[in-house]
């Protein structure tokens, strides 16, 4: 059974940074992509990064600059560096495993705040 299970956020002041991991428990095969997502109140889930399998790199505009995201396959962890965080970054961030023709797998997320 995969479980994908998200660490290291909380409570930054703006301009601060976070380091949030993602610990993939279980074999998965064919990935596509891993990603990090978030959702803010009231707002749709969006794309925060991705690691496409081949290694290229993805950024949504509003992260890009200021986030950074990179797979350790030995551990098997998705890791997001957070820096220069703002008070619009405050979201549930979800991990993401993107698998080709099948259901993705999804953390339950964590709660990343910032405040001003």
């Known amino acids: 059974q995969v479980q994908l299970v998200e660490s290291g956020g909380g409570l930054v002041q703006a301009g601060g940074s976070l380091k949030l991991s993602c610990e993939i428990k279980?074999?998965?095969?064919?990935?596509?992509?891993w990603a990090w997502y978030r959702q803010a109140p009231g707002k749709q889930r969006e794309l925060v990064a991705d690691?496409?399998?081949?290694?290229?790199?993805n950024y949504g505009p509003s992260v890009k600059g200021r986030f950074t995201i990179s797979r350790d396959s030995a551990k098997n962890t998705v890791d997001l560096q957070m820096e220069s965080l703002r008070p619009e970054d405050t979201a549930v961030y979800y991990c993401?495993?993107?698998?080709?023709?099948?259901?993705?797998?999804w953390g339950k997320g964590i709660q990343v705040t910032v405040t001003s």
């Open positions: 279980g074999s998965i095969f064919s990935v596509y992509a």
């Open positions: 690691i496409r399998s081949g290694g290229h790199k």
């Open positions: 993401n495993v993107d698998i080709p023709g099948a259901i993705d797998f």
